[in-house]
Nanobody
């Protein structure tokens, strides 16, 4: 199983970026998927999650209303659209997937992407 994240970069505050995470070796329809981020000196946090059965996604309070998670199961791809970016959003962003996990919780995800850097300048 491999998750390949892409789309990070440098953006000014207030700008937008989109991340993608393509999976191989599993079908995205079979797994819960999530985006995490880890800023320097901080713990990794779950910021958005998508349940395999669909329904309303989960968002951390820090990104609610600005970020949107979505998936295209036909392409085995998870997305994160980030709007209204702030300097405090600067972090390495990771995608994760798992069949059996409490999908809203930050622990228990089995498969991880390699991380992509997002830097927001003020």
């Amino acid at each position: 199983v491999q998750l390949q994240a892409s789309g990070g970069g440098l953006v000014q505050a207030g700008g937008s970026l989109g991340l993608s995470c393509t999976s191989s070796g599993l079908r995205s329809r079979d797994v819960h998927m999530a985006w995490f981020r880890q800023a320097p000196g901080q713990e990794r946090e779950i910021i958005a999650a998508s349940r395999r059965s669909g329904g309303d996604p989960y968002y951390a309070d820090s990104v609610k209303g600005r970020f949107a998670i979505s998936r295209d199961n036909a392409k085995n791809t998870l997305y994160l659209k980030m709007n209204g970016l702030k300097p405090e959003d600067t972090a390495v962003y990771y995608c994760a997937a798992s069949q059996n996990v409490n999908w809203r919780m930050p622990v228990g995800y089995k498969y991880w992407g390699q991380g992509t850097q997002v830097t927001v300048s003020s």
